[in-house]
């Protein structure tokens, strides 16, 4: 089995250029379905969530190559609305195809797909929406079967912002007929960016970003290019790992709008950063203020991707400092893995109480999420010794190569199987 090896205790210092956005082109990528043609997507990630994609668009009869880093889709000869369900168990991200497909076919397939460690994931607000869009939706628990005469516009009331339902109604919206307002949108960039893709397609879509968006349904959608943009929880990762260890980065191919929140705490705990229009770049002591209280919420809050990092970091700080993860319900595996270096850490609900130590043992740990994974790895980076970690395709789920990414920092951190 592979695992990561860090021998630790080391300052990064470096430049590293940010990968495509795997929440980004998640969405997009479904979104292809909706272009009865082919689109070239340039700035894609090469990690296990888009090549899990590819295997869906495939098996639903579209063409897919890559081209250096862009992809080129063709949907032309699309063929079947059934999601294999292989995918699906593997990948609970896959239901973002539902809206692609009621829009395209007026009709979807798709299995249940599995919480994970970090929650239940339920996808009520998802079926809801669809049927106030005239969709009938049939669930027997294991299989989901949707379909539609056409998909009709509607107003759409979301009890709390959630990101993937947000892009699941804009996604059956676009080809839908008449005009769907949804209110109580999540705001995250990744939603922007789909809008962005579907408008240059096309879509008739207005306000994404804020909290109410309009989508006008339109006939169809034409070829287009566009360019995923960098991910900014990899950047929002690499910041941290600088932070906790200290050093002094420049992260090329993002600027800083789209992680404010993270940003204003890195310089309360003590880091400086200068904001460039494509790039990033931070100074550190390695030395951490604590911080007393960090929510994670919704966009433009403090983002749940960027807990376990964040944790990690604070393990270390000249004092105490609070978390709450307030967006999944069980975001704090890490925990018992993080006590193994040291840290002192008291879970009480949705409450994490940190009491920063002073010195991290390199440890023997386990990922069990992705960015969980993350969190550990900048651990492994801020003890002193060597540390090992298990399970690493969680994090090749998101990273396209985080060992080359950090050694580009002066890490001495490995792949190794
Ligand atoms: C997206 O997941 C991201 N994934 C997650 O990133 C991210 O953590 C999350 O948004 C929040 O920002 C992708 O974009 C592929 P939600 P999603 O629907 O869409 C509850 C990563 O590490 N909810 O906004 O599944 C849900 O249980 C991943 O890259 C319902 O109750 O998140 C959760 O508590 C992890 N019913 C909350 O809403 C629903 O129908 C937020 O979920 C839908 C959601």
Partial sequence: MSYIEINGGKQLNGEVNIQGSKNAVLPILAATVLVNGITKLNHCPKILDVFNTISILEAIGCIVYWENSSLIIDTTKLNTSTVPDEYVKQMRSSTIFMGALLGRTNSVTISYPGGCTI???????HLEAFQEMNVSVE?????????????????????????????????????????THIYNAAREPEITELCKYLNAAGAKITGAGKDEI???????????????????????????????TGGEAVLNGIGCSSLQTVISLLKEMGNTILCGEDYIMISSSGKTKPIPFIYTAPYPGFPTDMQSQMMSVLIKASGTSNIYEEVFENRYQNVPELIKFGAD???????????????????DVFASDLRGGAGLVIAGLMATG????????????????????????????????
């Avoid at 056409?150 to 109604?169: D, H, L, Q, W, Y």
């Avoid at 339109?218 to 929002?236: F, Q």
């Avoid at 850490?345 to 440890?363: M, P, Q, R």
């Fill in 214 to 244: 309009v989508i006008d349904g339109v006939d169809y959608l034409h070829a287009v290019e566009y360019t995923n943009p960098s991910d900014r929880i990899v950047a929002g990762t690499y910041l941290t790992a600088v932070a906790g």
């Fill in 139 to 179: 669930d027997d628990g294991n299989l989901i079967h949707c379909t539609t005469k056409r998909v009709k516009g509607s107003n759409i009331f979301f009890k709390m912002p959630s990101v993937g339902a947000t892009e699941n109604v804009i996604l059956a919206a676009v080809l839908a007929e008449g005009k």
């Fill in 386 to 417: 060597k540390t090992t970690i298990h399970n690493p395709d969680f994090i090749k789920r998101g990273y396209e190569d985080i060992c080359k990414d950090l050694r580009n920092l002066g890490a001495d951190i490995r792949y190794m199987s």
């Fill in 345 to 363: 850490i008291v879970i009480n609900d949705k409450e994490a109480t940190i009491n920063g130590v002073s010195l991290l043992k390199g440890s």
């Fill in 119 to 125: 929650g239940k994931r339920p996808i009520n607000f």
